[in-house]
């Protein structure tokens, strides 16, 4: 039986995750602020943290160890030195949530178009990374802490948007809200791309990686990419109902996927070493019809 920590777990496809691993058979910590419910009962085994107070892990992790770790709850390159520090010849395998906004705009990006293992680090705190160049450079930083001190062996997963049935961002499902209600959506620029995965799918890969003996950066998700003016098309299509697009920035409206520019990924890799993602197109389908339905 593996020992398992999971840096976070309580929220979204980190729950997945963790549901996964008890019906892998693993051991599983949990270590969180101790703030969110879970419904994990018995399952798994509980530790309080604080990523920002170096500390707390100090005190949590003592005399623990653990064969695997993944990080779901890292927003700045101090914690994950932190991190790095206390879980030093504790754990053998780390593998950290990182993000497809590692890369500059634009589109299908492969692994290589970021390397972690020579950015150089500037040591801030989450709060000190506004807004979404904010959020690039504290994973951008994340990812270079964890590679580049070495203490482990190091997957960072950078993930494109993540959708489900039960997201609880509801990004896609404004638009189809939108759509269906008659009202207008801000999309200054409909032919920006964006790429996809699934939560489920999502969690599905951070266990096989897991499992495996696979190290650096790796891009999971469905093969290809999108623009809004295609998935709002798409929308238009299953919903039989004309969209209202302007190109307005107004609160409200505007689309919570219209971003200074395109953020999508090149997931051949991930592919190659034999991880099957659900077709783009099928994804978005199924969901927008989900979607729909909750309408009715």
């Not at 998935?231 to 919903?239: F, K, S, V």
Request: aromatic share 12%.
């Amino acid at each position: 039986m593996r020992r398992v920590l999971v840096l976070g777990g309580t929220q979204y496809f980190g729950k997945k995750l963790v549901e996964k691993l008890i019906d892998n058979g693993d051991e599983v910590t949990i270590a969180t602020r101790g703030s969110k419910s879970d419904n994990f009962g018995e399952k798994v085994k509980r530790l309080v943290i604080d990523r920002e107070k170096k500390e707390t892990m100090e005190a949590a992790f003592e005399n623990k160890e653990w064969d695997l770790v993944y990080d779901q709850s890292c927003f700045s390159p101090m914690e994950a030195r932190d991190a790095s520090e206390v879980l030093k010849g504790k754990v053998g395998r780390y593998i950290f949530t990182s993000t497809q906004a590692v890369y500059e705009f634009g589109t299908l990006h492969a692994e290589g178009n970021f390397d972690p293992y020579t950015y150089q680090v500037t040591y801030k705190n989450r709060k000190e990374y506004p807004g979404y160049e904010g959020y690039k450079e504290a994973k951008r930083a994340s990812e270079a802490v964890f590679h580049q001190l070495g203490y482990f062996d190091v997957v960072s997963v950078r993930f494109p948007i993540v959708v489900s049935e039960d997201d609880y961002t509801e990004r896609l499902k404004f638009h189809v809200d939108k759509i269906l209600a008659g009202q207008p959506i801000g999309i200054p620029n409909p032919e920006l791309r964006y790429s996809f995965i699934h939560a489920d799918e999502a969690a599905s890969f951070l266990l096989g990686i897991g499992n495996s003996d696979f190290e650096g950066p790796i891009n999971p998700g469905s093969a290809g990419d999108i623009s809004l003016r295609e998935m709002i098309e798409r929308i238009e299509l299953l919903a039989n109902k004309e969209a209202k697009v302007e190109n307005s920035t107004t609160s409200g409206t505007i689309s919570p996927y219209a971003l200074p520019g395109s953020w999508s990924i090149d997931t051949s890799l991930a592919e190659e070493f034999g991880y099957k993602f659900t077709e783009l197109n099928h994804l978005l389908d199924q969901l927008i019809k989900y979607y729909i339905q909750q309408n009715d």
